[in-house]
């Protein structure tokens, strides 16, 4: 894309306007503010983590957490991107466009549960707006749970 003033979008093109893709692009996929701040909370419980790592090798999709000797994939899913009940709006710029996109997310986002669940994956989703300290503090009951579980079958890997 160049600076030129006169730049339209492609023909089919997500971008409205040159400035809408900028905006657009500077959106993070990871490493979001809840993302962080949640992580921190977990490391300073002693747990370690893999972070944006795909759960199952075959699978072309990232977790934001990834606990991969409890076998637990943890996502912070952003309010806007998967549709949060209580917090999606519909934007008023292309909504059909945009709202088929986030029902597509929200569709991909059910079929990444139900593979990791089918391989043996406990899967953790929260949204973006829910206290860190919440969120964090159930993760580290629900890895520490399935870890103590584990033991009982042998040393973790």
């Not at 949640?38 to 983590?49: D, S």
């Not at 569709?107 to 406990?122: E, H, I, V």
């Not at 503090?137 to 079958?153: P, T, Y």
Request: some cysteine; charged content about 30%; overall charge positive.
């Amino acid at each position: 894309m160049s600076n030129d003033p006169d730049w339209k979008a492609p023909e089919g093109s997500w971008a409205s306007s040159a400035a809408r893709r900028r905006n657009m692009q500077a959106i993070r996929s990871r490493d979001t503010k809840p993302e962080r701040l949640v992580r921190r909370l977990v490391h300073a419980h002693g747990l370690r983590y893999r972070v944006a790592a795909r759960p199952l090798p075959g699978l072309r999709r990232t977790a934001d957490i990834v606990f991969r000797p409890a076998k637990v994939a943890v996502f912070i899913d952003g309010c806007y991107w998967h549709g949060c009940p209580d917090h999606y709006v519909s934007p008023r710029t292309n909504p059909a466009y945009w709202s088929d996109k986030v029902a597509r997310n929200v569709a991909r986002d059910r079929d990444t549960d139900q593979q990791l669940r089918d391989a043996g994956w406990l899967v953790l989703r929260f949204w973006e707006h829910m206290p860190a300290e919440e969120t964090a503090a159930e993760i580290v009951r629900l890895v520490s749970e399935r870890r103590k579980g584990k033991s009982d079958e042998g040393p973790l890997t």
